[in-house]
């Protein structure tokens, strides 16, 4: 999966927020689930191939559009690190411009560690 990564991300509850309420709501359709390293405190936010570009990407440290990935994840492999999970689902809440600070998720129906 090609992600956007964000740095200086201490906790993984935190890696699920940044994923749902610190992007583009456009981006949220194609959102898979996210890793967490957290001895770098690093964390990617996983999309479909072909979902992030210039447009909706700057609000990320750093993006990867080179990977592969489509569709729900399914059996993850690991990495050194890095803690991956689904995402589950999430829900909008309302909000009259493009910002997702007003989507909210249920915790314990997005993370499931694989």
């Not at 001895?39 to 609000?59: A, I």
């Not at 399914?74 to 990495?79: L, M, Y």
């Amino acid at each position: 999966y090609e992600y956007g990564q964000f740095d200086k991300v201490r906790e993984f509850s935190q890696c699920a927020d940044a994923c749902v309420k610190d992007v583009r709501s456009s981006l949220l359709d194609s959102l898979r689930g996210y890793d967490w390293n957290c001895e770098k405190e690093r964390c990617r936010c996983l999309y479909d191939k072909g979902t992030l570009d210039s447009r909706n990407s700057g609000n990320f440290d750093r993006t990867n559009r080179d990977e592969r990935g489509d569709g729900p994840i399914e059996g993850a492999t690991k990495s050194d690190d890095y803690f991956c999970a689904e995402l589950e689902g999430n829900e909008f809440v309302g909000n009259a411009d493009d910002s997702a600070d007003e989507y909210s998720y249920d915790e314990t129906s997005i993370a499931r560690n694989l």
